[in-house]
């Protein structure tokens, strides 16, 4: 049985990070998306812009009109003035005062009256002016969260499929997964919530505990506040008063470092800290020292840490170990699904995934 479940689970990874888009330019200046195993030429001529998330890229073409490719099918999705925003599954975009979304190849308008808008991996948050309401849509659902007496503003609390917001009493409300749940008033200064996916972590002014939101319920992470936190994909990290660096999962505390880490850093399933110089990174339950240095840049997301190495190029740890992509300094990466995107200075590109190396 155990290991039927662990083929399930590695099956459902697997679909969950099915690719979908991983665009670039190649150096003809052809737009380009790396698909089972090639370069696979999107437009003829240059685009204007992009912007990608795993599933779907979306872009100017050299007409000015707004273009969507998911892998599949390209869509013209308008000759018009447009502004837009992707996430790595939803599209969102504005013509004068009309928002309009993607969502799995079905177009819909949100509103005719948008205004300010978010567009985040499961929901998209926008202002509707008609209505002077915060509305929120979510698995193909419209929902009004907050009608607002005054002057509209989004949410500054908006996690990939959490928004918490403040009604007229103010009153602190998270809504999550087509729910409102109240969290409570306080007068004074502005909670610090940190919003990640499926949880919400917070100092409690009135318990003055540390508190996290989890399959909807609220829970005393630690019996007071906590100087540093931050939410990942179903979990939180947090440093504690003596700089010690925790992790709170399903109930369970985990200590992460005890030498007062120089920086940390969470994003989706990959934590990442400095420890007396070296580079250590906490992914699959597992922490493992990443390197002897400190990079200079680095980005998370997924489940993979892309990062500048000691020579100036670029190295990655996917699925727990540590790969060179290349020795080439200049070179700029992207995470995209489970595979790294590094573009060189030469306008060739290197695509990672798999174990192996494709270049163009």
């Known amino acids: 049985m155990k290991i039927a479940l662990t083929l399930l689970n590695i099956l459902f990874f697997n679909f969950l990070f099915a690719q979908g888009v991983i665009p670039c330019r190649d150096f003809n200046n052809y737009f380009l998306s ?3 195993g090639f370069y696979k030429q999107v437009e003829i001529q240059p685009v204007k812009e992009y912007q990608a998330g795993d599933e ?17 099918t390209r869509k013209d999705i308008t000759n018009l003035n447009v502004e837009y925003q992707v996430s790595d599954h939803l599209l969102g975009y504005k013509i004068g005062p009309t928002l309009n979304m993607w969502d799995a190849g079905r177009l819909q308008t949100l509103t005719y009256f948008g205004r300010n808008y978010l567009v985040k991996d499961s929901l998209i948050v926008y202002e509707d002016t008609r209505f002077n309401t915060i509305n929120v849509y979510w698995n193909k659902t419209i929902t009004s969260i907050a009608t607002i007496m005054g002057d509209l503003a989004l949410p500054a609390h908006i996690g990939e499929n959490m928004v918490i917001f403040k009604d007229n009493g103010n009153l602190y409300k998270i809504f999550w997964r087509g729910q409102t749940v109240e969290i409570g008033a306080w007068n004074g200064s502005a909670i610090d919530f940190q919003v990640g996916t499926d ?18 319920q609220f829970v005393d992470i630690e019996s007071q506040f906590m100087k540093k936190y931050k939410a990942g994909r179903g979990f939180v990290v ?10 709170y999962k399903n109930g369970e505390k985990t200590q992460l470092s005890n030498f007062s880490p120089s920086f940390w850093d969470v994003k989706d399933d990959m934590i990442v800290w400095g420890e007396n110089s070296y580079l250590f990174a906490y992914t699959n339950d597992t ?3 990443v390197a002897n240095f400190t990079p200079s840049s680095y ?18 740890l996917v699925d727990g170990k540590v790969e060179s992509i290349t020795s080439l300094q200049d070179a700029e990466f992207e995470i995209y699904g489970n595979s790294v995107l590094v573009k060189l200075f030469n306008q060739s590109n290197i695509v990672y995934l798999n174990g192996q190396k494709y270049s163009n």
């Open 56 to 72: 779907l890229v979306a872009y100017i073409d050299t007409r000015g009109n707004l273009r969507l490719y998911d892998g599949k």
């Open 199 to 216: 949880i919400v972590c917070f100092n409690d002014p009135t318990t003055r505990t540390f508190v996290g939101f989890e399959n909807g």
């Open 34 to 36: 790396f698909e089972n």
């Open 287 to 289: 922490k493992i020292e």
């Open 238 to 247: 947090y440093e504690d008063l003596n700089s010690n660096l925790w992790m």
């Open 299 to 316: 980005l998370i997301k997924n489940n993979i840490l892309v990062f500048k190495n000691i020579m100036g190029g670029v190295s990655a």
